[in-house]
Each structure stands twice: as C-alpha cells, then as structure tokens.
C-alpha cells in the first residue's frame, strides 16, 4: 500500500533564518514543506504544482506579500496565513478582507502557527450543503456557487460561515459564536474577522452589497441569514 500523500505548505518569508526555523517545525507536524524567500520565487514553484496551504510574510523586500497574496488568488483559491511584524488593524483588515484565512502577527510561537494550519486545513463546511439564494445556487461542499451571471468560488471561511448562519436560518447568531464556530481554536480572534467576511460575502451574494437582503446585521447582536431557501 502506498503511503498517504502529506499535505503540502508553502512557506514565504525573505528572514532565512525563520524561513529555516518555521520549515522544521512544520515537517515536524507532518506537513510537506516547499520554502521560497521572494514573491517570484513563489509563484515559480506555483507554476508546477498547488499546495494545500500557502504561508505568507507581508514585508518583503520587492514582491510584498499583499501582491503576493493577490496574484496567488489569481491562480487558485489556495488559503493563505499572512505573517507580519505590523500589528495595526488596518493592516489585518485589508489583507483578511482580500486574501487571508488568517493573521498572526510577528513575533508569535510557532507551536500557535501549526495549530492555526492544522485548523484550517481541517476545516469543512457545516450546515446544509446546498443553498438556493434567489437566482443562485451555492454548494457549500466544493464552495462554488451559480448565478445566471456565472460561477464564482466562495473561500473556505466564507462557506464555513455561510454554513454556520444556514444552520440558525432566520435567527440571529451572536458574532461570539461564529467566532467560536468559524474561528475555533484560533487566539487572538476579533469581531472584526466576522464583519470583514461578512462584507466579501455581500460583495458575492447580494445584488445590492450596501443594501443587503439576505445576510443581515443585528447591531450589537450578530448576523442573521434570511429569505434562504435550503436542500440535501
């Protein structure tokens, strides 16, 4: 019998000596490790073959991780933990609104960075897997959903917490839950993860992202999914 493949991480940082430290410790979790110190250098070893999850560092020297980050999606929806020495909010917002699964900011313990790959990796969609949202069809199990205007891909975070909300239909989910139900395990977690997914959920499903219609805010409360329509 052949052995199981191991899921592979891409690792990104121009600090070598991290990138050394890091690719270690994430062999040691049973992960393969692919390793690149520079934006380019990444997206040649994308160019042969996708791994599971791809480790960015957002302050590098030419090709900077956001760039990075943009152009990977690009390619593939591959999910993606950003690193940074920035701690500032606006810096977590923008790169978990366009790209990330998550953001740890540097220095962090690299016991806490596997235990974020191993839960996003691990991750599945809960909740009915299929959805009808007016015109348009959403399967939660392979994140892709159908409109008459074409298909396009939910991320993993978006469909678990599309999946979280389809499971209290019409009733309000306080955000501390979907914290815990989307985010669970992960230290640091903060309100703003939910309204940021929230928001490029809108931007997906909604004809009017200003004017929701069916993923509501209950200000103060949490988020509530409504006029959903659900199958087997």
């Given at each position: 019998?052949?052995p ?83 701690d ?50 959403i399967d ?17 975070i ?75």
């Open positions: 019998m052949q199981a493949l191991r899921p592979a991480v891409l690792l990104v940082d121009d600090d070598l000596t991290l990138l050394s430290v890091l690719s270690r410790r994430v062999a040691r979790a049973g992960y393969s490790v692919i390793t690149a110190s520079s934006g380019a250098a990444a997206l040649k070893l994308l160019q042969g073959s996708w791994p599971s999850l791809v480790i960015v560092d957002l302050m590098m020297p030419g090709m900077d991780g956001f760039e990075l980050c943009r152009r990977i999606k690009q390619l593939a929806d591959l999910p993606i933990i950003v690193l940074s020495a920035v500032a909010s606006e810096a977590k917002v923008s790169a978990l609104e366009l790209y990330a699964e998550d953001y740890i900011t540097k220095p962090f313990d690299p016991d806490e960075l596997i235990a974020r790959v191993q839960r996003i990796l691990r991750r599945a969609p809960i909740g009915s897997p299929s959805l009808s949202l007016g015109d348009g069809r939660l199990a392979t994140r892709r959903m159908v409109t008459p205007a074409g298909a396009q891909q939910l991320t993993r978006e469909a678990r917490l599309l999946g979280v909300l389809a499971a209290s239909i019409d009733r309000v989910v306080p955000t501390d839950l979907l914290l815990d139900r989307v985010w669970s395990e992960a230290d640091g977690a903060e309100p703003s993860y939910v309204w940021v997914t929230i928001r490029r959920l809108r931007r997906k499903l909604e004809e009017d992202p200003d004017r929701p219609r069916h993923l509501l805010t209950e200000r103060g409360i949490g988020y509530r999914l409504a006029s959903l329509s659900t199958s087997g």
